[in-house]
């Protein structure tokens, strides 16, 4: 990946539990999103969080950002079967342009 | 609301075929993004414009081509296709250096 690694790269947890999946990043950003994406399927825009921004919520999502550690995590809360999909964090690079550079993605599959 | 179009979603191709990819943008939104994304693969920058110039560009074969016309629809052309030009290809827009991408559904190329 251009930017950096996601962790983990799969994960399998039972309805009801929480998820928690994390990306790092190799320099300064102006933004970080996380995007979600069925098996073949488009790109889903979830939460973008801003590099002055440390928290974010959107219903049972929540975003954490870490420009110390040049990190990033996405919590998902009661997690359903329909989460079941890859989740992506892609970063918007000062040095880059605007254009986003994204993370391996992690595969999430929640077993009901 | 008007999301990003693309067309065709799908296209089948042989070998050393042209192929054209079309977007059309979100109203008013004046920066195009074209990704590629291969099977179980990240997403991957290829090109972009802003106001129909060429802004910034990414790993995109010498084979491939893209422009920007005066109704802010991009296309992509790719030329001489290989096996390996087999995946999706999606098309983001934005209306500033704020963030808030938004993603069409992606052109499923396979080359056969």
């Known amino acids: 990946s251009q930017q950096g690694e996601e962790d983990p790269q799969a994960l399998s947890i039972q309805e009801g539990e929480n998820a928690t999946m994390n990306c790092s990043y190799k320099?300064?950003?102006?933004?970080l999103q996380w995007y979600r994406q069925n098996s073949g399927r488009g790109l889903v825009h979830l939460i973008l969080?801003?590099?002055?921004?440390r928290e974010k919520h959107s219903g049972r999502l929540r975003v954490t950002l870490d420009t110390s550690k040049k990190s990033s995590s996405l919590l998902i809360t009661a997690s359903r079967a329909a989460d079941t999909a890859s989740y992506f964090c892609a970063t918007d690079y000062m040095e880059y342009g605007n254009k986003l550079v994204f993370g391996a993605g992690t595969i999430l599959r929640v077993k009901s | 609301a008007a999301g990003v179009i693309q067309s065709p979603r799908h296209l089948i191709k042989e070998k050393r075929e042209t192929a054209t990819l079309k977007c059309y943008p979100i109203p008013r939104h004046d920066t195009v993004y074209w990704y590629q994304q291969g099977p179980g693969q990240d997403p991957q920058f290829l090109i972009s414009f802003y106001e129909k110039m060429q802004s910034d560009k990414g790993s995109i074969p010498d084979r491939f081509s893209a422009q920007q016309f005066s109704d802010y629809h991009s296309e992509l052309n790719m030329s001489s296709l290989e096996l390996g030009d087999s995946a999706l290809y999606f098309c983001?827009?934005?209306?500033?250096?704020?963030?808030?991408?938004?993603f069409g559904s992606g052109t499923r190329l396979t080359v056969v």
């Open positions: 983001a827009s934005s209306s500033d250096y704020s963030g808030g991408y938004t």
């Open positions: 320099t300064s950003i102006n933004n």
């Open positions: 969080i801003r590099s002055n921004e």
